[in-house]
């Protein structure tokens, strides 16, 4: 009896899918190391390190300002000199080693407070460095399929938003339980997971089609630029200098980065995206803001506002991947038709809002602090969600509208501009309380 074997077609293969949950697993423990490292930071400065609290502030701050800086330049080297690939490998080496220097600072007494300066300006370049290659990643992955690359973002904002939970839940019950060394060793465990990923991430073959063209690109220029910035970084930071300057020069770098971008791309096309920038900015200000508010002498709770946090933006970005999914690929004006939902739903937010603060000024026999509070519980309610779809909107819009070599600097002046929008709120809001 003979056997008779018919050989079937090969399936076609896309290296999409997986690539994508690869670079949402990068940047989920890329956010695990750092926010880890935050959530231990300030105890540890002042338990161990005995450094004054007067002088942990001026830290911080200026570890933030220097988090809306650097990604500029880091999106500028990969644009111009290393290309993606070469980006993101570098970034997780220079995390990796920042992670390191961490632990070191926790095991030594020696020299410590200045290798936990060093250690945190590594980590932050490394950032710079990995987090505009991974998103611009993400971009190429479906060229100009907008529902695709939307889904894309939202899977990626999804593995962001976990490895901030991780963080927040075991990074610090392990420093407090265990000894610093131990919770900052979990962060450079994920540094080095991170790391390891980047070195194993699959080629898509079509994906990242311009890297052959800087094959010949050098590697010492940039390297000794970025040895120097860290080291002028290190020492601002060993100085608690004040961060303002700092604030108003990465402000004044994102707005040549826009309107670099907008020259070459066409200033038309990225209108849409330099107003949904803006309105990212008093969007983050008003998340500042009202949760910390008084309303008719009622205040959110701290479980409540961490419940928001964490619930609602997971709710939008749920809406908005069934609402996608549903759509055709080819669908015309789907994207923006959920630009306009959401800046509808952070207009009704605003308004919400300035309602519960002008029923706060009324008379006492006539407002009502269950009205006042339930009007800002529900301003709460729509701004985080549409914050974050706001978040997911706007690199999917800058993939769709800039040529894919600029989509990195687009997106670190996108970091930058919604940091800036936390500064905002927290100078807002001193100034509220102030008044």
């Given amino acids: 009896m003979t056997h008779q074997y018919v050989a079937l077609p090969a399936r076609p293969r896309t290296s999409a899918t997986p690539n994508l949950l690869w670079l949402g697993m990068i940047i989920g423990l890329e956010r695990l190391s750092y926010y880890g490292t935050r959530s231990v930071l300030a105890t540890f400065l002042v ?6 609290r007067t002088r942990v502030g001026p830290l911080l701050t200026t570890l933030d300002a220097l988090l809306c800086l650097l990604p500029l330049v880091g999106a500028f080297i990969a644009d111009r000199y290393w290309g ?31 290798l936990v300066c060093v250690g945190l300006v590594l980590q932050v370049l490394g950032n710079a460095l990995l987090a505009p290659a991974l998103y611009t990643t993400v971009g ?12 894309g973002f939202v899977l990626l904002t999804a593995f962001v938003m976990a490895g901030a939970f991780m963080a927040s839940t075991m990074v610090l019950p392990l420093a407090s339980g265990f000894g610093y060394p131990t919770g900052l060793g979990m962060t450079a465990a994920s540094a080095a997971a991170v790391l390891m990923l980047l070195a194993l991430l699959p080629k898509a073959g079509a994906v990242e089609t311009e890297e052959s063209a800087l094959a010949n690109r050098p590697w010492l220029g940039p390297a000794a630029g970025l040895t120097a910035l860290a080291a002028g970084s290190a020492w601002w930071l060993l100085r608690a200098e004040p961060a303002w300057a700092l604030q108003v020069l990465s402000a004044g770098l994102a707005a040549v980065a826009l309107g670099y971008c907008s ?9 849409l995206l330099v107003a949904l920038m803006l309105l990212d900015v008093l969007a983050v200000a008003l998340m500042v803001l009202m949760p910390n508010l008084t309303y008719d002498g009622v205040q959110m709770s701290s479980a409540l506002s961490v419940g928001l946090m964490v619930v609602a933006p997971l709710i939008g970005l749920l809406l908005a991947w069934l609402w996608v999914s549903r759509q055709p690929a080819s669908a015309p004006g789907m994207l923006r038709r959920l630009v306009v939902a959401c800046v509808a739903a952070l207009g009704a937010s605003a308004a919400l809002w300035a309602a519960a603060l002008a029923l706060n000024t009324t008379p ?25 779809v706001l978040n997911v909107l706007l690199p999917t819009l800058t993939a769709q509208r800039a040529p894919v070599r600029y989509l990195a600097l687009l997106m670190a002046a996108g970091f930058n501009m919604s940091r800036l929008g936390g500064v905002l709120g927290e100078v807002l809001l001193d100034w509220w309380q102030g008044s």
């Fill in 47 to 52: 338990e161990q390190l005995q450094v004054p």
């Fill in 84 to 114: 993606l690939a070469r980006a993101r490998l570098a970034g997780g080496v220079v995390l990796l080693l920042g992670q390191l220097v961490l632990v070191g600072a926790s095991l030594s007494s020696a020299l410590a407070w200045e």
């Fill in 140 to 151: 190429q992955l479906f060229a100009r399929d907008a529902r695709n690359q939307l889904t």
């Fill in 263 to 271: 020259f070459r791309a066409g200033l038309g096309a990225l209108g």
């Fill in 364 to 388: 006492t026999a006539v407002s009502s602090s269950a009205n006042s509070w339930a009007l800002a519980l529900a301003g709460m309610a729509l701004l985080y969600p549409a914050n974050n």
